[in-house]
T-cell receptor, first 111, second 111 residues
Framework: EAQVTQNPRYLITVTGKKLTVTCSQN?????MSWYRQDPGLGLRQIYY???????DKGDVPEGYKVSRKEKRNFPLILESPSPNQTSLYFC??????????FGPGTRLTVL | GQNIDQPTEMTATEGAIVQINCTYQ??????LFWYQQHAGEAPTFLSY????GLEEKGRFSSFLSRSKGYSYLLLKELQMKDSASYLC????????????FGKGTKLSVIP
């Protein structure tokens, strides 16, 4: 089954404790992206990647890191999480940045 | 900066037709998307417009006017399951796949 998977689905952590949210797709897509969704603010793009070793900033990259060492994986790294990074995070992939397939989301709470 | 405007909420009756508008002011334009998002779920792709005109796909149609910075999503023969948020998103730059979303329109379909 073609899909985008994210792990974990839910995470509660504390300020400053490094964490990684994994994202994997099995559709051989070149393009992958991370978004956060907050009430009243909508979906905002954090980072995106057009291919292996190619990443670029979205609208809200501060406080986040990404890497694209393999085509199928695009982890999101929070080196020192803060409460304002509490949000619902979505990973997405597509062939070329057009129709994007979204993962199920990761709900992160930073205390 | 990029600005994408959509109505926050709309209500329509089952079986009717509803039009959800989206206006954008962006530094450039390389395509416009519509996504549907049911509460608690990931967004799913509805349409992609890059040229002016109407794209029809079953009960859903999307229209684009680049000169006016305007798009709409038309939903016909509304069903209860169409109750969802509808997200307008723009790629503002040629050669870039940075994607900017509007805040979404929450559509409620009533009997």
């Amino acid at each position: 089954e073609a899909q985008v998977t994210q792990n974990p689905r839910y995470l509660i952590t504390v300020t400053g404790k490094k964490l990684t949210v994994t994202c994997s797709q099995n559709m051989n897509h070149e393009y992958m992206s991370w978004y956060r969704q907050d009430p009243g603010l909508g979906l905002r793009q954090i980072y995106y990647s057009m291919n292996v070793e190619v990443t670029d900033k979205g609208d809200v990259p501060e406080g986040y890191k990404v890497s694209r060492k393999e085509k199928r994986n695009f982890p999101l790294i929070l080196e020192s999480p803060s409460p304002n990074q509490t949000s619902l995070y979505f990973c997405a992939s597509s062939v070329s940045g057009n129709e994007q397939f979204f993962g199920p989301g990761t709900r992160l709470t930073v205390l | 900066g990029q600005n994408i405007d959509q109505p926050t909420e709309m209500t329509a009756t089952e079986g009717a037709i509803v039009q959800i508008n989206c206006t954008y002011q962006t530094s450039g334009f390389n395509g416009l998307f519509w996504y549907q998002q049911h509460a608690g779920e990931a967004p799913t792709f509805l349409s992609y417009n890059v040229l002016d005109g109407l794209e029809e796909k079953g009960r859903f149609s999307s229209f684009l006017s680049r000169s006016k910075g305007y798009s709409y999503l038309l939903l016909k023969e509304l069903q209860m399951k169409d109750s969802a948020s509808y997200l307008c998103a723009v790629i503002p730059g040629a050669g870039s796949y940075q994607l900017t979303f509007g805040k979404g329109t929450k559509l409620s379909v009533i009997p």
